[in-house]
């Protein structure tokens, strides 16, 4: 799940500025869904002693997710902004930014719990993988969430072929990689349930399959 607030919450920020997200030039006071410096060593430590203090207290656990807030607003300082990149559609892809933080917090906690998973999402920003691969370290486990595709929109062609294309990239990049998704939505507002969708469901579960993902939550 989106784990950014309850590891580094907003108290830290009077305590640690640096730790939180740069927007013209200046350190935003978080609010709401708020986003981090990925590229601070500090807010690495943080995130990481976070996760080594919630496997000691938790020794039967075996991830600590490392998934940032959801929406926009991600750190614009000197170091992150170095990391982004142009997404295929011409937008700002921040992939290399969450990746690389995703390792160096795996490469702390595996001093201490070297058997522990920590996991990430791909998603949304970082939904496209990295132009430059970056090996992932063994402990760090991804989540490849493809928001494109939410509602019933895998009925179109060409989000089918997007999906495709960027299943065989991420399995690439790793294999350790689960799916989780939102293709079909049964409720809607005047109360009569939509139909679930079998024909995206059909396209789905062959090409998970295929795809070896480890795991897979769906659902809607």
């Not at 740069?22 to 807010?43: A, E, Q, S, W």
Request: glycine share 6%; with cysteine.
């Amino acid at each position: 799940s989106h784990n950014w607030e309850r590891p580094v919450p907003a108290s830290r920020f009077d305590e640690h500025p640096d730790w939180f997200a740069m927007r013209d030039g200046v350190r935003v006071p978080p609010t709401g869904r708020f986003k981090l410096c990925v590229t601070n060593p500090g807010l690495i430590r943080a995130f990481a002693d976070a996760a080594i203090a919630y496997f000691d207290q938790t020794p039967a656990a075996t991830s600590f997710s490392l998934s940032p807030s959801d929406s926009e607003g991600y750190c614009e300082c000197p170091d992150c902004m170095a990391l982004y990149e142009q997404d295929p559609n011409g937008r700002r892809s921040v992939t290399p930014a969450i990746l690389s933080f995703y390792n160096a917090v795996g490469k702390l906690v595996a001093e201490k719990h070297p058997d522990k998973l920590l996991a990430g999402y791909v998603y949304a920003a970082y939904v496209f993988p990295p132009k430059t691969p970056i090996r992932l370290e063994p402990n760090v486990f991804l989540v490849w969430a493809p928001s494109f595709d939410y509602g019933f929109t895998l009925y179109r062609p060409e989000l089918q072929a997007q999906w495709e294309s960027l299943a065989a990239q991420w399995t690439q990049v790793t294999r350790n990689i689960s799916y989780y998704d939102l293709p079909n939505c049964v409720h809607n507002d005047l109360g009569a349930p939509n139909p679930p969708g079998l024909k995206i469901l059909k396209f789905l579960y062959p090409r998970l399959k295929q795809a070896g993902m480890k795991g897979v939550y769906v659902y809607g």
